[in-house]
Every structure is written in structure tokens, then in C-alpha cells.
């Protein structure tokens, strides 16, 4: 666009004087328009120089106020009046009014003609919005090459500094400088990049073309969202926009972004891509092969290229996202958030530890964590995680982790420690959890073998001691336990039950002759704890 004070700088137009001395010559210019209706304001379009005689108002000084006063509201450019004709001057009122409003008032000589004067501006501005409009296809262009070449982010923006000749960053959605230009390389832009953060942190939605100051109200900054996701996209900002030299225009920075969602949108399939790679290696890394020792060594040769590693120590963790953070957005927004995620625990993972690998799951929206190496403190510093995507999104997710495994083979097994143990956090409404995998009792364990099978083993091991109905018996019962919880000394056991130790001996021998067999050997006495167990649940 073309403002007032670049068209009264160009040299055809020095006859056109400033009556006002308050006016804004940065009004923007779009159109030129010649009219003598005192009520043509309702039928211009925005950012009109509008040119006239004043005839209407040769001898009603406040109507001409009002029409500044709705030319300004409208907004147009700027008023061109054509003194000598029907107005030899303007009265002090009307001066007074532009210069309270800021609105420009323009002297046309009297030796032009309005026709000529508005066809040469209008000759001016379309030769000046063509050489912008060109300019900004020979930015598309150029930057549309490098795109095909494969020019990464950094050389875009690295060569869009160089023709704006100001400095240029790039910002991801985590608010953090994803490329820039060697400005950004100085110490002194370093408190500029904190401010610009602060600002994106407190408006997070921006939609559209952002501009702020700051720096004492000294520095201009132009933020411009790269749309290539529906919710979080990139920014891309430009310092000191307002001296960014002719001919490079917003349509030419228009462009250029074009070309820069274009790339991040080509290296996001491809880190799609690769996440599906990631997953179909994930899914053999949990089979195990026929030969344990020759497919452990093919498996480590084959992982070499996801980052797998020899080692004595691997952990299986599972992270999800939070149905709480996902209840209110439609399917498309909930793939943005998960491929969001996914790249923030990626590089959270890299930042926080050592060797720790990271995988799409196999068949839900969850992600796959695998250390290779011991981490001090695993619960504090996933909650820092966890914690810092909240406040930056917020994006709420919860991790398990399985039992620490010691060979390549057995890491299945904490990968379904951690399953079991992220689906039962599910299962109790646990939110943003970190919670580890806790070993199973034998009750536990044992709710998966139908209660026929568990009475049987009861009645076989136990006889009528299994389910005890006369007190004898259960008198019996209730010795057995105790001798058994004692390791089967009968000091401790008399102790406990507060009877003789011969009586315990006559107890443990009645037990013996009416189970058939000897208390203490070892194979039966396990029999025996686990069948008395079993019958004190079922009884």
C-alpha cells in the first residue's frame, strides 16, 4: 500500500502542499476519488484521497468540518482541496478540526486540473501497487525453488532477513526460536526474544498480523501466524517491520510464509512417516524369536538406527494424553494434538535424558518411552514434564512405567507391567498421573483361575481342613497356620497360640496323619501356605 507522505515525496506531486500542520501522512492510499456532493462520504470506499473544489462549502465553513469529521471516521486518506476557485481560504475552524482529528488537508494547485491531478495519482499508486504485486512473485518464486531443492527452514529465513534487511525469526508452537538470522546471534536481542515470548505467551490464539512495541514503545515487532495445523501454528516475526524498504510489501511477506508452511507442513509427513517406521520397529522389539541369542543380536543390529542400545537396564514407560484435554476438541484437532505431543516429549526426553528412545504405540493414541539407563529421581523429572506442557498449552498427560528389565528379550515384559498399569490408573479416574507398576500378590494373581479349580486344590491339599466345620478342626486349622507362619518352630508357635509346645507337637502330628503326609517338606508346606491362603478367601 502507498502512504500520503510517499506520494507528496515523490517529485510530479512536490506542488501538493500540507495545509494542516497536525496532519498523519501515514494514512494509507488506495483510491482517488473527484466529487463536489457535500454527502459523498456514504458512497467512498475506504482510504480515499478524495479531491474537490469545495464548492458545496464555499459559505458554510461547519459543514465542511462535519465532512472532515466523516472522512476521518470512514477512514479516508486524506481531503485535496482545490483553493482559488470557490474558496480562497479555509477558515480557522476547519484547520482547527483537521489538526484535533490529525486528518490531512491538501492544497491542489490551481494550475491543474482535479481530472489530471487524479489521474496521474491514480497512475502513480496502480504502477506502484503492480511493481509490489510483481516483486512479491519474484519472492514466491525464488523461495518456491528453494523449497523443491530442500532448503531447510533455517535458509529460508536466513534469506528472508537478507531481502528485508531486517531481522527475522521463526517461533514454534512451544515459543521457542526454531530458526533465525544472525541477528539473533548478539547478546543484545537476547532480552528482544524474551519480550517477544512473553507478548505470544499472553495472546496464544493470535489468528492474524500482530504488531507491538517494545523497547520503551521504540521497536516494532510484526508477528504473522504460519498456518499449517488448525491450533498451534509457527510465528513468524519481523523486527523493525515499519522500515522495511520499497518494494517488499505485505503480499511479498504473504508469500513467503506461504512457502514456510509449505516446508514445516513437508517436514511434519515426514516425521509422520518416520513415527510409523518408529512404530512397526516397537512392534518387533516386544516378539521374541525362536533363537533368543541370535535374534537379540539381529534386533540390536537392526535398532541401531532408532537409537537402541546394548545394555544391562531398559524400563518401559507408557505416556498418554488426558481425556479431560482432548473431551472438547473434534478428531482432527485431537491428531494435531497428539503429533504436538509427541514431538514435545521427543525433545523433552533428549533434553532430560540419556539414551531414552520414544514410540508411537502400537494400536492407541499413546507413546511408548524406553530408558536404556538407570535415571535418579524418574518421578520428579516426568513431573516436571508433565507440569510444563500443562502451562504452556495446556495439554494434560499421565505416565507408567513397568519394572526395570536387565536383556533385550525381556523388555516386553515391563512394556505390559506399564499397560496394566496405565490402564488401571485409567480405570480409578486418575488424572495427570506418574504412577510405577507394583507387583501382584498371589490373591491378585490368582483371581484369573476359576473358583472350581481353586476349591479343588483346596479340598485335595487341605481335606477337611480346607473348610473346617466341627471346632476340632478348625482348632487344627488355625495350629497349622501359625506353625507354618513360624517357619515351623514350635517354641514360636506355642508362644503365639499360648498353649504348651507339647500341645503344638500333638496338633502338628494330628495335622500330619489326617493330611497324609509331612508338614515340613518343602514342596507340601508350599502347598499347604498357598491352599490355607486360598480357603481363608473363599471361606
Not at 506520494?7 to 492510499?29: C, G, H, K, Y
Not at 502513480?124 to 509490489?132: A, G, L, P
Not at 498399569?421 to 507394583?438: G, L
Not at 518343602?522 to 490355607?532: G, I, T, V
Request: net charge negative; glycine share 4%; aromatic share 10%.
Amino acid at each position: 500500500m502507498t502512504t500520503m507522505s510517499e506520494l507528496l515525496l515523490t517529485p510530479r506531486f512536490s506542488n501538493i502542499e500540507v495545509i494542516n500542520a497536525e496532519a498523519d501522512l501515514e494514512n494509507m492510499v488506495d483510491t482517488i476519488e473527484i466529487s463536489e456532493t457535500p454527502d459523498i462520504v456514504a458512497y467512498l470506499p475506504k482510504n480515499t484521497f478524495l479531491l474537490t473544489t469545495a464548492m458545496a462549502f464555499q459559505n458554510d465553513p461547519e459543514a465542511l468540518c462535519k465532512l472532515i469529521e466523516d472522512l476521518h471516521r470512514l477512514p479516508a486518506a486524506g481531503l485535496g482541496i482545490k483553493l482559488g476557485r470557490f474558496i480562497d481560504k479555509l477558515d480557522p475552524m476547519v484547520i482547527e478540526t483537521a489538526n484535533r482529528l490529525k486528518f490531512p488537508i491538501l492544497r491542489i494547485p490551481l494550475t491543474v486540473t482535479l481530472g489530471t491531478i487524479s489521474h496521474q495519482l491514480l497512475s502513480y499508486i496502480w504502477d506502484h501497487q503492480t511493481e509490489k504485486f510483481h516483486y512479491a512473485i519474484d519472492i514466491q518464486q525464488k523461495f518456491s525453488k528453494m523449497m523443491i531443492k530442500g532448503a531447510s527452514l533455517q535458509s529460508l529465513i536466513q534469506n528472508l532477513g537478507g531481502i528485508l534487511k531486517r531481522p527475522v525469526v521463526l517461533i514454534n508452537p512451544f515459543l521457542e526460536v526454531f530458526a533465525s538470522t544472525q541477528h539473533f546471534k548478539q547478546p543484545s536481542y537476547a532480552t528482544t526474544l524474551d519480550d517477544i515470548h512473553e507478548k505470544l505467551k499472553k495472546t496464544p490464539e493470535l489468528s492474524s498480523e500482530m504488531t507491538f512495541l517494545l523497547e520503551d514503545d521504540t521497536l516494532l515487532i510484526s508477528v504473522f501466524p504460519v498456518k499449517v495445523t488448525t491450533y498451534y501454528p509457527y510465528f513468524l516475526v519481523i523486527l523493525k517491520a515499519d522500515q522495511i524498504p520499497y518494494p517488499f510489501s505485505q503480499l511479498a511477506i504473504e508469500q513467503a510464509n506461504t512457502i514456510i508452511s509449505f516446508t514445516i507442513y513437508k517436514n511434519q509427513k515426514l516425521a509422520e512417516g518416520n513415527r510409523t517406521l518408529r512404530g512397526k520397529f516397537f512392534t518387533k522389539l516386544l516378539q521374541k524369536g525362536e533363537d533368543d541369542a541370535e535374534y537379540t543380536r539381529n534386533l540390536l543390529d537392526y535398532g541401531k538406527g532408532y537409537g537402541l542400545l546394548p545394555s544391562d537396564y531398559y524400563r518401559c514407560l507408557v505416556a498418554g494424553i488426558d481425556e479431560s484435554s482432548m473431551a472438547l476438541k473434534n478428531l482432527t484437532l485431537q491428531e494435531e494434538i497428539y503429533s504436538l505431543t509427541y514431538e514435545w516429549l521427543e525433545r523433552e526426553l533428549h533434553r532430560n535424558f540419556e539414551n531414552a528412545l520414544i514410540f508411537p504405540h502400537p494400536t492407541e493414541d499413546k507413546f511408548i518411552i524406553l530408558l536404556q539407563q538407570h535415571e535418579a529421581e524418574l518421578k520428579e523429572r516426568l513431573t516436571a514434564i508433565q507440569t510444563a506442557l500443562d502451562r504452556l498449552f495446556p495439554i494434560s498427560i499421565s505416565f507408567a512405567a513397568g519394572n526395570e528389565v536387565y536383556e533385550t528379550a525381556s523388555i516386553h515384559y515391563s512394556y505390559m507391567e506399564a499397560v496394566d498399569t496405565y490402564r488401571q490408573s485409567e480405570k480409578d479416574h486418575y488424572h495427570s498421573f506418574v504412577h510405577f507398576y507394583e507387583s501382584k500378590g498371589i490373591m491378585e494373581l490368582m483371581q484369573f483361575i476359576p473358583v472350581e479349580q481353586i476349591q479343588h486344590f483346596c479340598l485335595f491339599t487341605l481335606k477337611t481342613l480346607a473348610y473346617p466345620q466341627n471346632e476340632m478342626h478348625q482348632e487344627l486349622r488355625r495350629t497349622l497356620q501359625v506353625y507354618l507362619s513360624c517357619q515351623c518352630e514350635i517354641t514360636e508357635t506355642a508362644k503365639q497360640l499360648y498353649i504348651h509346645r507339647n500341645t503344638v507337637k500333638y496338633r502338628i502330628a494330628k495335622c500330619a496323619a489326617l493330611l497324609d503326609h509331612p508338614i515340613t517338606h518343602a514342596d507340601f508346606s508350599l502347598k499347604l501356605r498357598l491352599a490355607l491362603l486360598l480357603s481363608d478367601k473363599k471361606g
